[in-house]
């Protein structure tokens, strides 16, 4: 079946510093990948819809500065966490999906905990 | 995208039958419903998807009532590992705003006991 691959599986950072979050789908061409966070005990929130070639869209309340989100392939999306807080330690999870009637995919997430 | 409702939490015996119920009592015609689980510290793992007639794949069986509202989730035999929380959510599969979101509710803890 259709893999993604998230990379790192965890990252400890320092406050002010940036964080990069890869997310590659293996076995397949993604046009659109999509970011979700979730808190402890909480469920998913999608962060941003992540579009090959073109600008992410981001939903309402996400900092489009703070979340740089990059598509650069049909392979890999990258989600930048710029001058990380505290409050930033979260759960990122990408997803993709092979084609326009499949389910989505998701990968393993991206544990981030900002010190 | 319709709304969904599911209890909070299930027990279920290992061996015996999960059903975890469903609710969506505003689905559209053109919006299916999907399961997804997430077992603890890992992404959303994909079950299955319908959209009015029951489906089975390897993983499960759902079964959707005759006029959408509902639908259930069959795990035939559970086993420990598939203790997780279920997501019932739906959507439409093509076109529109939301094309290609899934929205996660809250789902169902699933506890699959010896």
């Known amino acids: 079946g259709a893999v993604v691959s998230q990379h790192p599986s965890w990252v400890i950072c320092k406050s002010g510093t940036s964080v990069k979050i890869e997310c590659r789908s293996l076995d397949f061409q993604a046009t659109t990948m999509f970011w979700y966070r979730q808190f402890p005990k909480q469920s998913l929130m999608l962060m941003a819809t992540?579009?090959?070639?073109?600008?992410?869209?981001?939903e309402q309340g996400v900092e489009k500065d703070k979340f740089l989100i990059n598509h650069a392939s049909l392979t890999l999306s990258t989600l930048t966490v710029t001058s990380a807080h505290p409050e930033d330690s979260s759960f990122y999870i990408c997803s993709a999906r092979v084609g326009n009637n499949s389910p989505l995919h998701f990968g393993n997430g991206t544990r981030l905990t900002v010190t | 995208d319709a709304k969904t409702t599911q209890p909070t939490s299930m027990d279920c015996a290992e061996g015996r039958a999960a059903n975890l119920p469903c609710n969506h009592s505003?689905?559209?015609?053109?919006?299916?419903v999907y399961w997804y689980r997430q077992i603890h510290s890992q992404g959303p793992q994909y079950i299955i998807h319908g959209l009015k007639n029951n489906e089975t794949n390897e993983m499960a069986s759902l079964i959707i009532t005759e006029d959408r509202k509902s639908s259930t989730l069959i795990l035939p035999h559970a086993t420990l590992r598939d203790t997780a929380v279920y997501y019932c959510i739906v959507r439409v599969n093509a076109g529109g705003t939301s094309y290609g979101k899934l929205t996660f509710g809250q789902g169902t803890i699933l506890t699959v006991h010896p």
């Open positions: 992540s579009n090959e070639g073109s600008k992410a869209t981001y």
């Open positions: 505003t689905i559209s015609g053109n919006e299916y």
